[in-house]
């Protein structure tokens, strides 16, 4: 089931097949639609330059469906994700925006005494840093435009609404939990449900309501016992019902601790990406990557680099895996960290993140801004903003960045987990005959810095690690670009990884193949994808896989 549902809304999934039409010189601006002409039909969701009609193209692509709302209803459409950026008509007139990719966004839809209604949503996906400063040419994987997952229309009933309910663990050993509600006023009478049981009746007093509950009967959630409850808050004239599981996460002398535990996290960076269906991945194709991870021993994803469809952290959340959420972020400099209409955007697109996963017991920690320039005094403002949002939000997750800057880096100090990306033995000196013999000194050279910076308390994880492999490719000298060189490299990563107590994590770089820049960007990145997948775009294992699938799992059988 989905994670969250509205018992008394009437809801529709609104994916399907829709109208299509693409222009590849239509002005961003021009909101007139009168003269579009629909002349192909395309999924929902699509990455449209993803299909064989328009790939590759960039401009603008208009999707159109006839939707139908009983006369004088209020109702809403939920998108889960549109790219790059999009624009939202209903019966012509534009009704909402959305300039963040991969987060959802909700567009009210005007009352009407008309049941038939047009709802047309815009697509752009043109590099422009004055509309979209969040996305550049310069990011490492390749930018879709489209409606890029589940799209929901929701009739709403007359009254106030049940908004958002998020659901914190206060004590993962007694079941004390805080439910949290938006949206109810002072002295509104409501009920909550835990799981199946007899409501319980309550008055509402404050805004956010916060109701202290007591689960009696429950396993904490874990990858073992991904055990999951749901609550449900009815005002009698809406109603929300939630699921979540009961754990806590905590970062301790240098751990991670799941309910009180130490946790090692095993796993690997993820896009959602695939070369038939860009972004906009299938459901089969979800469940598909995740028995993939399960069956080489991991229980940690880093959804990189921007915030992962819903349904992917629900079947993380069932199946017990432990992800790194992070939002939409690659690169960044200080021009975009002194620039106040990308630090809102990312504030934004942040807090959207945070407030959608909040009852994702799947989610232990949070981050943003991968491998920005955080070295940079003049960067402070911007990641200072986004940790105390981040921690403001939500203080039940670890917060924490992914940094290339390593011991140089300025605002380690501030985050719970210390995440490093790395490539020894990859981008390297060419002079240098034996590669593979930098990574364990690397590695070694950053944990011994971090206790000189008197980090050392920290969790320290390597959140990306890898090298390149062509799938198929075999080469007896082991050179760069072959299966032999990746799965040496794996090797001895994971073997590092998994035999010191002083290194939190990996998410090895990365799961697996996937399209990134064309142009001249691509003269490292040979077939225009980044290679450095342990399976191929398709999910066909390279050699390394059963490598790290050892050692993964004999860890996991000690
Ligand atoms: C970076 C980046 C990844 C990818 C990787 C690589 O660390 O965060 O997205 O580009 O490098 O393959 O070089």
Redesign the pocket.
Known sequence: MSSITYPKRKVECLNGVWDFSFSESHDWNDENLSLITYDDRLPVPSAFDAMPGYNGKRGVGFYRHAIEIPAGSKSRINFNAAGMYAKVFIDGKKVGEQYAAYTPFTVAVPVSDKTERELVVMCGNRFDYDIYPLHEIF???YAYGGIFRDVELQVLPEGSLIEWVGVDTVDYRTGDILVKIRGLNNGDNFTVAIDNQKPQEFTASESPTEIPLKITDFTPWSPATPELHTVTIDNGVDAQTVRFGIRQVKAEKGQILLNGKPVKLLGY?RHEAHPQYGPALPYAQLIADLQILRDIGCNFIRG??YQQDPRFLDLCDELGFLVFEESMG??QQVRHFTDPKFIDAQLAQTATMIQTSYNHPSVIMRGFL??GESDNEESRKCYEALINLVRKKDPTRLVTY?S?KHLKDLFLDQVDVICF?T?PA??TDRNIENPLDEIVPCVHNFIDGLETLELGDKPFILS?I?A?AIYGWRDPICSHWSEEYQTEYLKITCNEVVNNNKIAGVAL??FCDCR?YRGAGALGRPRAF?N?GTLDEYRRPKMAYNTVKEIFKGYNEK
Do not use: L, P, R
């Open positions: 990011f490492d994987f960076c990189s680099h690659w690169g991968n491998e992914a290339f990306n490539y990859w981008y990306e890898g390149g770089w990365q990134t980044n450095k």
